[in-house]
């Protein structure tokens, strides 16, 4: 690596990083810095073989890639989980700093890929949203370098998170083959097609859910939106569910309840929203011309479906967030 401004400043934001995300690592509890950790780590101790981890496909298939990752690949080791996850994070990162080459935002790029606070201290015991994040960012190395690694290593990182990201790469790879106009047709045909689906899931499942969702204080608005969907109106939610997955919480603002991962989830909000105002000034949510709203669009089509709402399901969005914020010549050619 030949030493430039850029190998230094970037050489030097990694570093930092590093020795934040390792003092995390040696120091605090997992309860103040990860969800479900715990709860990864005390299945994996009960397991006893790949055929016991295969089971949970019957139960919960979305368990099953985090149980391989960590339980099978890295022996239930919390610091190969960190070196391991730290790595192929980093990898990812330097490779977009990268391939924007000469973008002239790509230093603040970087640091606002790093600074957000659900994501810095998820590298120290086996979560899902690390593994969905750096997912997301190989693709969005493959949709600036079309390097067929990238692509490879997206899914990988999809099949260790859960089934919904792998679904959400086929479909963008298959979407964005197309013009804009069939693009937009089939962006609203997604829309039927999910209300529809929605509308004839399981009743008893749903009721279940919304009876949970319903206890929730935060939003009563939330229940209300479940019972909307039922209903086949999706299409109608779709963009107030997607706010408030966003950042619901800063409407609701609790100082009482931000203790713990909770404060680094509204951090990431707050992240999140100012974001979304750039991206909205610089006219990046924008089928035609932006090379990565398709991905935002489809990420947030899959996320939104579900009753619960759960910020830390968005939190592999939020590097796509970034570069519409942020990426000058992230425009296509218009077809």
Same mark, same amino acid.
């Given at each position: 690596?030949?030493?430039?401004?850029?190998?230094?400043? /970037?050489?030097?934001?990694?570093?930092?990083?590093?020795?934040?995300?390792?003092?995390?690592?040696?120091?605090?509890?997992?309860?103040?810095?990860?969800?479900?950790?715990?709860?990864?780590?005390?299945?994996?101790?009960?397991?006893?073989?790949?055929?016991?981890?295969?089971?949970?496909?019957?139960?919960?298939?979305?368990?099953?890639?985090?149980?391989?990752?960590?339980?099978?690949?890295?022996?239930?080791?919390?610091?190969?989980?960190?070196?391991?996850?730290?790595?192929?994070?980093?990898?990812?990162?330097?490779?977009?700093?990268?391939?924007? #080459?000469?973008?002239?935002?790509?230093?603040?790029?970087?640091?606002?890929?790093?600074?957000?606070?659900?994501?810095?201290?998820?590298?120290?015991?086996?979560?899902?949203?690390?593994? #969905?994040?750096?997912?997301?960012?190989?693709?969005?190395?493959?949709?600036?370098?079309?390097?067929?690694?990238?692509?490879?290593?997206?899914?990988?990182?999809?099949?260790?998170?859960?089934?919904?990201?792998?679904?959400?790469?086929?479909?963008?790879?298959?979407?964005?083959?197309?013009?804009?106009?069939?693009?937009?047709?089939?962006?609203?045909? *997604?829309?039927?097609?999910?209300?529809?689906?929605?509308?004839?899931?399981?009743?008893?499942?749903?009721?279940?859910?919304?009876?949970?969702?319903?206890?929730?204080?935060?939003?009563?608005?939330?229940?209300?939106?479940?019972? *909307?969907?039922?209903?086949?109106?999706?299409?109608?939610?779709?963009?107030?569910?997607?706010?408030?997955?966003?950042? #619901?919480?800063?409407? !609701?603002?609790?100082?009482?309840?931000?203790?713990?991962?909770?404060?680094?989830?509204?951090?990431?909000?707050?992240?999140?929203?100012?974001?979304?105002?750039?991206?909205?000034?610089?006219?990046?949510?924008?089928?035609? $011309?932006?090379?990565?709203?398709?991905?935002?669009?489809?990420?947030?089509?899959?996320?939104?479906?579900?009753?619960?709402?759960? $910020?830390?399901?968005?939190?592999?969005?939020?590097? !796509? /967030?970034?570069?519409?914020?942020?990426?000058?010549?992230?425009?296509?050619?218009?077809?």
């Amino acid at each position: 690596m030949a030493i430039t401004k850029s190998n230094i400043f /970037l050489s030097c934001v990694i570093l930092i990083f590093f020795l934040i995300t390792f003092y995390i690592y040696h120091n605090i509890d997992l309860d103040y810095i990860v969800a479900d950790a715990k709860y990864y780590i005390d299945l994996a101790d009960r397991i006893e073989s790949i055929s016991a981890v295969l089971n949970f496909i019957k139960v919960n298939k979305n368990l099953v890639g985090i149980l391989i990752y960590y339980d099978i690949i890295l022996q239930e080791s919390l610091l190969l989980f960190y070196i391991v996850t730290f790595s192929f994070f980093v990898y990812s990162i330097i490779s977009i700093y990268k391939n924007l #080459g000469n973008e002239k935002n790509k230093n603040i790029i970087l640091i606002f890929l790093l600074i957000n606070p659900a994501i810095i201290t998820t590298f120290s015991a086996p979560n899902k949203e690390i593994l #969905g994040f750096i997912s997301i960012l190989f693709i969005l190395n493959y949709i600036i370098n079309k390097r067929l690694i990238y692509i490879l290593l997206a899914i990988v990182f999809a099949i260790f998170t859960r089934f919904e990201l792998v679904v959400l790469i086929i479909g963008y790879l298959t979407i964005s083959k197309f013009n804009y106009s069939s693009k937009i047709i089939i962006i609203m045909l *997604l829309l039927v097609l999910i209300s529809i689906v929605v509308y004839y899931f399981d009743y008893s499942y749903f009721h279940m859910q919304n009876r949970i969702v319903s206890r929730d204080e935060s939003l009563g608005i939330v229940s209300y939106l479940a019972d *909307l969907n039922q209903k086949g109106l999706y299409i109608l939610t779709f963009p107030i569910k997607l706010l408030i997955n966003l950042f #619901g919480a800063i409407l !609701v603002f609790n100082p009482l309840k931000l203790d713990g991962y909770a404060l680094n989830l509204y951090l990431s909000q707050l992240l999140m929203f100012v974001l979304t105002g750039l991206a909205l000034i610089n006219k990046s949510f924008s089928l035609r $011309h932006n090379k990565y709203y398709l991905l935002f669009l489809l990420y947030s089509f899959i996320f939104t479906i579900p009753v619960y709402i759960q $910020h830390r399901y968005f939190l592999p969005i939020y590097p !796509v /967030l970034v570069l519409l914020a942020f990426q000058s010549n992230s425009y296509i050619k218009q077809k």
